[in-house]
Nanobody, 122 residues
């Protein structure tokens, strides 16, 4: 299983970035996908999640109305469109894949990308 994020960088407050995460080595369309972020010294924070079929997106309150998660199962890619960026959005952003339940007792498996740095600063 491999998840490769891209699209991070330096952007001014109020600007936009679009992150991409390409998955390989697993059946991408069966997995729920999420974006998390982390700043040094703090716990990793869930930002947005989308179900395996692309429905039911959910967002952290801090990004609602500014960020949009989407996916292309034909291309094995999940995206995070980030608009109206704020300095407090500065973090390393991680892609996460969560497997469907399998086995008994039911278990789910989670995989992480290596992260991409987003810096919002003037």
């Amino acid at each position: 299983v491999q998840l490769v994020e891209s699209g991070g960088g330096l952007v001014q407050p109020g600007g936009s970035l679009k992150l991409s995460c390409a998955g390989s080595g697993f059946t991408f369309s069966n997995y729920d996908m999420s974006w998390y972020r982390q700043v040094p010294g703090k716990a990793r924070e869930l930002v947005a999640v989308i179900s395996n079929a692309g429905g039911s997106p959910n967002y952290a309150d801090s990004v609602k109305g500014r960020f949009t998660i989407s996916r292309d199962n034909a291309d094995n890619t999940v995206y995070l469109q980030m608009n109206s960026l704020k300095p407090e959005d500065t973090a390393v952003y991680y892609c996460n894949a969560l497997s469907p339940s399998s086995g008994w007792p039911p278990r789910r498996y989670t995989y992480w990308g290596q992260g991409t740095q987003v810096t919002v600063s003037s």
